[in-house]
């Protein structure tokens, strides 16, 4: 079976949102005029001004992907040693410390938030702790107070994933704007996308790191004839800027659209016995990315697995998402034991992540909620 006929005949955990065909058309006409392809060209500072300024953040830099946004953040900071994280979070998210030349350290989660846990921080803080790679998760945002407190009292800087939370706000503060660095996904699969990109988001005041984050993702060349640094090639090129002005028109819109969905999915999953859905967080204004649910095999009468491939045999498609915790990865498993993190193991093998995205119809979602309720004890 073709791309095409997948597509077409199953529901995916998410969908790509586009603008309109002849929007983007419209967006990338003047590029066959000027032949600025890459290189932070108009679309590249168009999108970085307006995505400053709908984030609520001081200053933001653009790259070519989320991972790449994340380990040049690290590199930016000129950090040695450890660096305290998650293991219930995509690969990158670990992957970009070890890359950075920096050792992960791992701490459980809230068991409600599935965010890093703060009372479990300073247990894991040594002497060789540099920095905090806190991530929000699935739109759930860190404990943010605590873990700045906990990271001034020891000098460490605090960088945050935020792949889940673009558009979010805490307080009425955009989430973006915590910590000494928030870092940004833009893949096709997020609420917001450029087809791949991602961004850094940092206080204006430390202009060294604005500085450093630059150089490094152009290969650390500051002039024509000068190379500064050991940098990589992280730049967002025109035709990913251009299609983020598009979405970003219509990035209310769409959010508004998936909380109808989430709505519905809450209406009619919230008193089945034996699920646990996702808590909605006091003073934060969510971008509703992901309907995680976690299944009790006990109560429920059927196991995370068990309802997954139901749901796959009438091609829905949902995700085991996170599973495994990236500290039971094949590559780390000699380094590691997941059990150290008791809940993260509890939550990865209980969690699944139900079709989300905008134009997702609720009668799909009454579809697939039909599927889940037949399978209750």
Wanted: charge should be negative; charged fraction near 30%.
């Amino acid at each position: 079976m073709d791309c095409d006929s997948i597509m077409q005949e199953n529901i995916l955990v998410t969908r790509s949102s586009l603008p309109e065909f002849e929007e983007y058309i419209d967006e990338i006409r003047s590029m066959w005029d000027d032949h600025w392809l890459t290189n932070m060209g108009r679309k590249h500072e168009r999108l970085r001004s307006e995505l400053r300024e709908y984030l609520g953040v001081e200053e933001i830099e653009l790259f070519t992907n989320g991972h790449m946004a994340i380990e040049l953040a690290l590199l930016g900071f000129h950090l040695k040693g450890e660096v305290i994280t998650t293991p219930f979070t995509f690969a990158s998210t670990t992957h970009a410390i070890v890359r950075s030349g920096l050792k992960p350290v791992f701490c459980d989660i809230d068991p409600e938030t599935y965010t890093i846990d703060p009372k479990k921080l300073r247990e894991r803080i040594t002497d060789r702790t540099a920095a905090i790679l806190p991530v929000h998760v699935y739109g759930n945002v860190c404990q943010v107070d605590e873990i700045d407190k906990i990271a001034r009292e020891y000098g460490l800087k605090v960088i945050y994933d935020a792949a889940h939370t673009f558009g979010v706000t805490c307080r009425g503060k955009g989430i973006g704007s915590y910590g000494d660095a928030s870092c940004f996904s833009f893949h096709a699969t997020k609420v917001f996308n450029t087809i791949e990109g991602g961004a850094v988001c940092y206080s204006s005041r430390d202009k060294d790191f604005g500085e450093q984050i630059y150089l490094l993702k152009d290969f650390g060349i500051s002039r024509e004839d000068q190379v500064e640094a050991i940098g990589a090639n992280a730049k967002l090129n025109e035709f990913c800027a251009a299609m983020g002005l598009c979405n970003l028109r219509h990035i209310n819109e769409e959010i508004a659209k998936r909380e109808k969905v989430v709505s519905r999915y809450r209406e009619r999953l919230s008193k089945v016995k034996g699920i646990v859905l996702n808590k909605v967080q006091k003073d934060v204004k969510s971008n509703y990315a992901y309907f995680p649910v976690l299944f009790d095999e006990d109560v429920f009468g059927a196991s995370r697995d068990q309802v997954a491939e139901r749901l796959r045999e009438k091609g829905i498609f949902a995700r085991k998402y996170f599973y495994p915790p990236t500290n039971a990865f094949e590559c780390y498993r000699t380094e590691y034991d997941p059990f150290e993190t008791p809940i993260t193991m509890s939550v990865s093998k209980k969690v699944l992540t139900l079709p989300l995205y905008a134009d997702l119809s609720l009668s799909d979602v009454d579809r697939i909620c039909e599927l889940i309720i037949q399978m209750e004890r």
